[in-house]
């Protein structure tokens, strides 16, 4: 099991501030969230940095460790 | 980890500077010689808006001896929500000249060093260089990526905090840091490259909660003297995430990309990828470079160029990943030739794959693991950034 938190816009797309998700992958674990919160999170996880241990997952055959913890964060820059 | 102060001490404090700064004096591993290395110590903040005003207040409050200020806007009625440097009589006025005013009001011996006008690729080292800590509290992606990347080319440290609505995120990043041991990570690791217009809304589309970016800024501010005197655990390799509707703190790990972060290891990734495009790597690139003229592959670096200026591999023509995702640099790309694209950790050339596949050229892959595998396994003189 892998845990995602979501945060921002991340959060407000899933519905959810964090869950957990059976995934050996992160193409895995795309497919999973976008079956379980639809094409509003997929959009939004396209531009999100989407981290498994604090390093980024950029392709679809990127491993993931059984218990790892997968950090969603939107971009934005306000100031 | 703690790391060495980025600032010598400078003279001994005053007797007014001794009576001013008396609470700071009181604090174990600060002392005088903390407040004597603030006092040297030249801090460069980059836009003078919702972030940079506290930051610039506390910089000035906690006695920093030199503060430049960067921004082109001027004041306007819609900034007094937020940006508590500027007052209502200030609207109109160039934004640092009212900062310069605030700076100055808290304390008249600062030296303040005022940049009006737009940070461009071509101002830009020079504007920074000469400071030991940037802090970018800047509005829009572009100046971001420009900040960041002049950060890196010059080695220094640079405070990084980015507000919308009722969220935030800060950071400390160090791409080049000068001393071993030091995490070194940087914008890029966490946001390869800008996002497009359309794809991030800014606070002037989505408004942002005024007394986030005080929380926001402090947390900055702290930092950079953090930094100055070498005190505590600087937000290195760690992305603090705050929700102020729930009043949560949350703190998200970053490693750099292609090194793991502290804390669990992860599975080694398999070293042939189960992956659908294709890709080469750092020694078959290098074979291919050194192998007969008529096959050797033209390489295209897709970063940017300030990226490229840092370290590149020889030959390699930059076309940035936005001339290729619009499609204007697809006449420049030979079609009898293999072409093999590469940027720093092989994200954004995966991008690039993509685009170059679809406008019809065949014989093209992609550097797995970017400029920083080749670094690591085919010249290791080269710089890491």
């Known amino acids: 099991m892998v845990t995602i938190r979501y ?7 899933a519905g959810t501030a964090s869950e957990s998700v059976q995934a050996s992958t992160a193409g895995e674990l795309r497919a999973e969230v976008a079956v379980r919160h639809g094409a509003a999170l997929e959009r939004v996880l396209a531009r999100c940095a989407v981290l498994s241990d604090g390093v980024r997952l950029d392709s679809d055959d990127d491993p993931l460790r059984s218990g790892a913890v997968v950090d969603v964060l939107p971009p934005f820059a306000g100031g | 980890m703690p790391i060495p102060p980025v600032v ?10 001794l009576r001013r700064y008396d609470r700071h004096l009181l604090l174990p591993g600060v002392g005088a010689e903390g407040q004597r290395r603030l006092r040297n110590a030249r801090v460069c903040v980059v836009g003078a808006g919702g972030l940079g005003s506290p930051v610039l207040l506390y910089l000035a409050a906690a006695g920093v001896g030199t503060i430049g200020i960067v921004d082109l806007d001027d004041v306007d009625e819609s900034n007094l929500q937020r940006q508590v440097v500027h007052g209502w009589a200030d609207v109109g006025r160039p934004k640092v000249d009212s900062a310069r005013d605030a700076v100055l009001a808290v304390d008249a011996g600062i030296t303040v060093i005022v940049h009006a006008g737009p940070l461009t690729a071509e101002n830009v080292a020079g504007v920074l260089s000469g400071y030991d800590v940037v802090v970018d509290g800047t509005d829009n992606f572009p100046t971001r990526y ?8 010059l080695g220094l440290p640079e405070v990084w905090g980015s507000v919308l609505r009722f969220d935030a995120q800060v950071s400390v990043f160090w791409g080049r840091p000068p001393v071993p041991g030091i995490t070194a990570v940087q914008l890029r690791d966490l946001f390869p490259e800008a996002p497009g217009a359309d794809d991030a809304p800014s606070c002037a589309d989505a408004g942002v909660l005024g007394a986030l970016c005080g929380q926001v800024g402090s947390v900055m501010a702290t930092e950079v003297l953090k930094l100055l005197m070498g005190v505590g655990e600087p937000l290195l390799g760690r992305v603090l995430v705050i929700d102020a509707l729930a009043s949560r ?4 790990p970053l490693a750099r990309a292609g090194a793991p972060a502290a804390g669990p290891v992860r599975p080694a990734a398999p070293s042939i990828r189960a992956s659908s495009s294709p890709t080469v ?5 290098a074979a291919l470079l050194a192998g007969p003229p008529a096959r050797r592959p033209f390489v295209v670096d897709v970063r940017e160029p300030t990226e490229h200026a840092i370290v590149a591999i020889p030959g390699a023509r930059l076309i940035p990943l936005g001339r290729i995702l619009d499609g204007t640099a697809f006449e420049g790309l030979p ?8 940027c720093r950790t092989g994200a954004r050339s995966a991008q690039a794959l993509r685009a170059v596949l679809a406008a019809g050229f065949t014989d093209v892959a992609h550097l797995d693991g970017g400029i920083l595998a080749w670094v690591d396994d085919v010249d290791p003189t080269l710089t890491r950034y």
Do not use: K, M, Y
């Open chain 2, 335 to 342: 079609r009898d030739r293999q072409i093999v694209l590469h």
């Open chain 2, 249 to 252: 703190w949350t703190e998200v």
């Open chain 2, 146 to 153: 420009l900040v960041n990347d002049a950060c890196v080319a």
């Open chain 2, 8 to 17: 010598e001490p400078g003279p001994a404090l005053t007797a007014e500077q």
């Open chain 1, 7 to 13: 945060f921002a816009a991340a959060a407000e797309a």
């Open chain 2, 281 to 285: 790597s750092a020694r078959e690139l």
